[in-house]
């Protein structure tokens, strides 16, 4: 789950862009991600259909259970640990878990849509640009053929530039195109007016995952192989070997020191320290290296007045920074990523050698996806809602819907029960709480009406051709309503993804009609199973509004203090406890859970739990024959056994390591008890006592909604 719209804090936290959204997991892939292992597409695979058989469903299951291990000494074990035994990471993945399980299956369903579509068997506009993409993604016979002749024309605009003006140009026409580097930017909603659009320009212009990797010593092995990768890339592209070296140092050079005055991921978590709204003479005296008229003309917003900058730091670093160094460097530097974001879908050798290193080096992942599931990908991040239109017809129906909405109404009630009833909190404080949750909204499965591509062109006979329209498009759409209202239809997730999110500038849970399956959400079982799962999600996302980024929104959506001085700090303290707990985590030797990063996430997931397990037992109050042992389990601990299998996973130890330092998520392991141990009801239903492992003492324990 996850704090959403694309502007403030989330694209941030992936060193570009900018965001607000809150998920309720980082995906460990996204098509959207310059040169990760998913985006790449290109291997000598056939691109003829072959026959395929979906996985099963993944539901709960006691089979996944280890009860030679005691719930007392370690309840993941206990609840997953046939499954984790059984269930080793797969060639092509970096980790594996129940939600991978099911974001599995659910790309096998999105394949099926995809070889109808490209082969004419499904009928619509939407149908015939998702296939047409899917079929221009899958010939590898003309990909192959014109190896970096689609980047030709951008390797000569980057050769004859001049100056650092003709840079920031080009700079503009690569944002254009979804391609990063420099810093990041876009329209969203004001976070301090979140009735209109505003332009946001953030940190970015990274290669590697995080500051840290350029700045800590524990990755110095991982930046010399970013080294290496830079050389055979930049060599395969046409440089000769003794130039591809130095333009490699160079890169790195500038990347160290973008690095440096870029801001930790803790301290992006801060909404309202990195909010700087500035009009266009105050942007220009903050980093007045950079030509800004040149940019915003170039990507067509050249009447923009005022901006918001995330981190005022690094735009003044990185002014400094263009003027300093020579142009030459630039130009290799703009000029490598242009060519890191555009590998994945290029030849087979500029595909794998970005995926040896994206995917092999910084996640230890042996094995690409195989083809047909990265084709996949790059149609759902570039006509997401066309290829929705046909899921959602396919595979989403009322019934789940209506449930979906009672479920959400349930918890609504509970939660808004217990904020009354808080013991901690002042009447005063209450009461602005109420009104933000009155103005609480939900969006269950897809959106009203589906997002209109037709301005896009889709050829066959060009991916890359298809894919620059398609950004474009994408860009036009939402640079064309800057300073216009906000439009509260809107879905930042497709309609396909396993996953769902917070959004605090329109104060809404969002629930995509993909994360509505099992092991999340399962018609076929009984309620303690979906109140730890789906309910427990749904207790996350309404908790977001509240954890510790979301309570500084009001129930507009706002940047707004509407806490007591003294609630403010009883809120922190008792969240302070959580920072402790979850950073004394330890999941690999040396390298513990950032217990600040992670605060938001868990903060979530102590609500969710919480939250679902009083709505559960208002369930059973209603209807006692609900009330049974199954499987010789009571519902209570079905209900907590369903949470820890929810998070059932194994890691390849460099996915693992990544995610430490970039993932506002703590690791599956500990979400998959961490919550518990703060729930007095978990240690009544499995009987767990003082000088238990699993025992955490009551004044450390957090109670917090």
């Known amino acids: 789950m996850k704090r959403l719209p694309t502007l403030i804090t989330a694209a941030l936290l992936a060193g570009c862009g900018t965001g607000t959204h809150r998920d309720i997991l980082t995906r460990s892939h996204s098509s959207a991600v310059p040169g990760s292992p998913a985006a790449s597409l290109t291997d000598p695979a056939t691109s003829s259909p072959e026959p395929f058989k979906v996985p099963p469903v993944p539901r709960f299951s006691v089979s996944y259970m280890d009860t030679t291990v005691k719930p007392s000494d370690d309840f993941y074990a206990y609840a997953a640990g046939s499954w984790r035994k059984n269930n080793p990471v797969p060639s092509d993945k970096s980790r594996w878990s129940g939600f991978e399980e099911l974001d599995q299956r659910n790309w096998f369903l999105i394949r099926s849509i995809l070889e109808d579509a490209a082969a004419g068997r499904i009928a619509g506009t939407k149908a015939k640009q998702v296939g047409d993409l899917y079929a221009a993604a899958m010939d590898t016979n003309r990909i192959e053929k014109l190896a970096f002749a689609p980047l030709e024309e951008d390797f000569r605009k980057i050769a004859a530039a001049r100056d650092s003006a003709d840079l920031v140009g080009l700079v503009g026409e690569l944002h254009v195109r979804s391609t990063a580097a420099l810093f990041g930017s876009g329209v969203e909603a004001d976070a301090k007016n979140s009735s209109v659009y505003a332009f946001y320009i953030s940190q970015g212009g990274l290669g590697l995952p995080d500051r840290d990797y350029y700045l800590a010593d524990g990755f110095a092995q991982q930046r010399e192989a970013y080294r290496a990768h830079i050389v055979r890339m930049l060599t395969l592209a046409g440089d000769a070997p003794e130039a591809a070296e130095a333009a490699a140092g160079k890169i790195l050079e500038l990347e160290t020191a973008l690095a440096k005055v870029s801001k930790p991921r803790v301290e992006l978590r801060d909404p309202l320290a990195n909010y700087n709204k500035l009009d266009r003479a105050g942007l220009v005296k903050l980093a007045p290296g950079i030509d800004w008229n040149r940019y915003f003309t170039t990507i067509g917003t050249p009447g923009v007045t005022e901006v918001i900058v995330g981190q005022t730091n690094f735009l003044a670093g990185l002014g400094g920074l263009l003027s300093e160094r020579p142009i030459a460097d630039w130009k290799s530097y703009v000029r490598w990523h242009l060519i890191r974001d555009a590998a994945p879908w290029l030849h087979a050798a500029a595909a794998q050698e970005s995926f040896a290193f994206y995917g092999t080096t910084l996640r230890g992942q042996p094995a690409q996806e195989p083809r047909w599931q990265r084709a996949a990908k790059l149609v759902d991040a570039n006509l997401g809602e066309a290829l929705g239109a046909v899921f959602v017809e396919r595979h989403f129906t009322p019934a789940a819907r209506a449930r979906m909405a009672a479920l959400v109404t349930d918890l609504r009630a509970v939660f808004a029960d217990r904020v009354q009833k808080l013991d901690w909190m002042s009447d005063a404080t209450k009461v602005k709480a109420r009104q933000k949750f009155e103005r609480f909204t939900e969006k269950i499965g897809h959106p009203a009406a589906f997002r209109d591509y037709s301005a896009v062109v889709v050829r066959r006979d060009n991916l890359v051709a298809s894919l620059g329209s398609a950004s474009a498009f994408e860009h036009r759409r939402r640079t064309a309503r800057l300073g216009g209202p906000v439009d509260r239809t809107e879905w930042e997730m497709t309609p396909q993804t396993v996953n769902a999110y917070f959004n605090p500038l329109q104060n809404e849970i969002v629930f995509p009609a993909g994360i509505l ?51 403010a700090k009883e809120f922190e303290g008792r969240a302070q406890k959580l920072v402790d707990q979850y950073g004394s985590y330890e999941p690999l030797p040396g390298k513990k859970v950032n217990g600040r990063l992670t605060l938001g996430e868990n903060i979530a997931d102590l609500g969710g739990i919480t939250i679902a397990f009083d709505a559960l037992q208002r369930s059973l109050a209603r209807d006692p024959s609900k009330r049974r042992v199954i499987d010789g389990l009571t519902p209570e601990q079905r209900f907590f056994l369903s949470l820890a299998q929810l998070w059932r996973a194994n890691y390849r130890e460099a996915e693992l390591q990544r995610r430490l330092v970039i993932d506002p998520h703590s690791p599956a392991m500990y979400r998959g008890f961490g919550p518990h141990v703060n729930h007095p009801a978990f240690y009544q239903a499995f009987g767990i006592t003082e000088g238990s492992p699993m025992w955490l003492a009551p004044e450390k324990r957090a109670v917090i909604w």
């Open 517 to 567: 399956q099992p092991p999340f959400f399962d018609a076929e079982i009984d309620d303690a199973v979906n109140y730890g799962a789906i309910g427990v999600v749904i207790g996350h996302e309404i908790t977001h509004g509240y954890d510790d980024e979301g309570r500084k929104f009001d129930a507009s959506g706002n940047i707004n203090d509407w806490w007591t001085d003294a609630d």
